[in-house]
């Protein structure tokens, strides 16, 4: 069941976006300032995702706490996105500074293929599926698998 109409759709992804691009700005400052870990950031921004999804699946929200968790969702979206670079040229610093250009070139390379093979899987899942809960479950699946494999990381630095 729909809670809002399309309008009111737009305006809530349109949200999630500006939160994103605000977060991406503002979080370089941030983290010079707080020296958080980009490792730690990005398992933050990937729990957060997920719990910020689930949530607005399953409560009935107005459309202003649908707005403000749409807030939240982008930020922890710009977490995620921003650490995904840092966490690279961290490993590298570490393990090979002379081929960090490489290594964010690949990375790239690999990520567009992920996209590419994701977005079909994801269609063909939108396409088939009755309800649009399980294409929802489906992302946050994946993120918890990233999120559990990222914990065994760190743990094991």
Not at 82 to 108: E, H, W
């Amino acid at each position: 069941k729909l809670l809002f109409d399309k309008i009111q759709c737009q305006i809530a992804l349109n949200v999630v976006t500006i939160a994103d691009i605000i977060v991406r700005m503002i979080f370089p400052f941030l983290i010079r300032e707080f020296e958080f870990s980009s490792q730690k950031v990005f398992l933050f921004g990937v729990f957060g995702i997920c719990t910020f999804r689930l949530l607005m699946m399953h409560l009935e929200l107005s459309y202003g706490m649908c707005l403000l968790l749409c807030v939240l969702l982008g930020s922890f979206r710009a977490l995620t996105v921003v650490n995904q670079i840092l966490i690279i040229a961290d490993l590298c610093k570490t393990f090979c500074p002379r081929k960090l250009p490489g290594t964010l070139g690949l990375s790239y390379v690999i990520k567009s293929l992920f996209l590419a093979i994701f977005t079909y899987l994801f269609k063909y899942f939108r396409e088939t599926s009755v309800d649009l809960e399980i294409h929802i479950y489906l992302h946050v699946l994946l993120q918890m698998i990233v999120l559990i494999l990222w914990v065994a990381l760190i743990y094991k630095q």
